[in-house]
């Protein structure tokens, strides 16, 4: 075993972790950037196709409900980093995160929120919030690839290798 399999699975997590738990802020305040991204942009294009409120407070896809999947995600991955038992953990917190934010690539790619998105005072990011997201999608993808040996075991076959 290299070392990357041995502890890159910390860099991979920590890097995760500090995406999502940044974020929170932002997600359960109401901050002005969130309401923009969320009730402003996502919901107003949810509501072209008929479906309203989908992004807004209490829809299905809001801020809070995203930040909530995240806060999840990151607990398991970090209790699953740091106990050999419960590996597992990690693993459904990889999945979880690369659900989550699988989502989030594909409103910036597909919606008017756009890669670049555009501040409440006119200014863009640049493509940090998409970068950032394609940055914890890479991380999740190469958890799942680091703990194959677990889900291929529930699956009934064996890793490469091992």
């Known amino acids: 075993m290299n070392w990357f399999q041995k502890h890159g699975h910390w860099l ?7 995406v999502f738990v940044q974020s929170l802020f932002f997600k359960f305040s109401n901050s002005p950037e969130t309401i923009y991204i969320f009730e402003q942009k996502l919901d107003s294009w949810g ?10 407070p209490g829809g299905i896809f809001s801020a809070k409900v995203v930040g909530s999947a995240e806060l999840v995600a990151s607990m398991l991955l970090l209790t699953g980093a740091a106990m ?4 597992f953990l990690q693993l459904a917190g990889a999945a979880l995160g690369l ?3 699988s989502g ?3 409103f910036h790619l597909f919606t008017p929120l756009g890669v670049a998105v555009k501040n409440t005072d006119g200014s863009s990011d640049g493509g940090e919030l998409f970068a950032l997201a394609c940055g914890v999608w890479l ?4 958890l799942l690839w680091l703990r194959r040996s677990i889900w ?8 490469p290798g091992t």
């Open 12 to 18: 991979l997590t920590i890097f995760v972790v500090f």
């Open 47 to 56: 509501a072209s196709l008929g479906f309203p409120g989908l992004f807004a």
């Open 84 to 87: 050999a038992s419960m590996r």
């Open 99 to 101: 659900g989550v934010i």
């Open 104 to 106: 989030a690539i594909f």
């Open 139 to 142: 991380s999740c993808a190469a």
């Open 152 to 159: 291929l075991a529930w699956l009934g076959r064996s890793a």
